[in-house]
């Protein structure tokens, strides 16, 4: 079945390192999501990306939607211990039709020291 | 505060307790959905509905049983649960067209134990 993967599972920072998190897809997609979950919280809708090689910014946080439409990144500059969490991305399930389903990759935690 | 309001937010119940998750959602989305949370796996779709019908059931237990009375309310209702379906579970409405989704909203979730 279709299959979206995160690398790496943790990742253990030092506050001002960099950080990046990996996500394939074992299909072509339309469009990936990213979602930040809090420890105890709930996960929240970062950023869509459509295009193929798009890269769109949000502050110190930079996505990536690869030229074949089935890997991105999520790379964090200079990590602050507000990042803490685990990032998870998202892409359609295969044969969704109108429902909207979503794919989920089993995330990538952040932990970052002060 | 979301948009989308789970209750309970803590449930605890026995293994022959009926009980039953609320969802509500305002942002006027057309389509809401279960997911279940455990340590064991990344998110984990269980329930689609679009425009208050049901359009995906992934092969879950019939020990779940959803409901969706209108398009802003989804229920998950419980009977007979095991163990190891102690987990988190979160509710989540979007707009939806074409099969294309323009972002969860997702609730506050409802941390279940069974015992």
């Known amino acids: 079945g279709q299959q979206v993967m995160q690398i790496p599972q943790y990742q253990h920072v030092q506050e001002g390192e960099d950080f990046t998190t990996y996500c394939n897809s074992s299909?072509?997609?339309?469009?990936i999501q990213w979602y930040k979950q809090r420890p105890g919280g709930h996960p929240v809708f970062l950023i869509q990306l459509v295009k193929s090689g798009e890269v769109k910014k949000q502050k110190r946080l930079t996505f990536q939607f690869g030229e074949a439409k089935k890997n991105s990144s999520l790379h964090i500059t200079a990590t602050q211990t507000t990042d803490v969490g685990t990032y998870f991305c998202a892409g359609p399930g295969s044969g969704s039709g109108n429902t909207g389903k979503l794919i989920f990759g089993q995330g990538t935690t952040l932990q970052v020291k002060p | 505060e979301t948009g989308v309001t789970q209750t309970p937010r803590h449930l605890v119940m026995g293994m022959t307790n009926k009980k039953s998750l609320k969802c509500e959602q305002h942002l006027g989305h057309n389509a809401m959905y279960w997911y279940k949370q455990s340590a064991k796996k990344p998110l984990e779709l269980m329930f689609v509905y679009n425009f208050k019908e049901q359009t995906e059931n992934n092969s879950v237990p019939s020990r779940f049983s959803p409901e969706c009375p209108n398009s802003s309310h989804l229920f998950l209702h419980l009977h007979t649960l095991q163990p190891e379906d102690s987990a988190l579970y979160l509710c989540?409405?979007?707009?939806?067209?074409?099969?294309?989704?323009?972002?969860?909203?997702f609730g506050s979730g409802t941390r279940l134990t069974v015992v």
């Open positions: 989540a409405s979007s707009q939806s067209f074409g099969g294309q989704n323009y972002g969860y909203t």
């Open positions: 299909t072509t997609l339309s469009n």
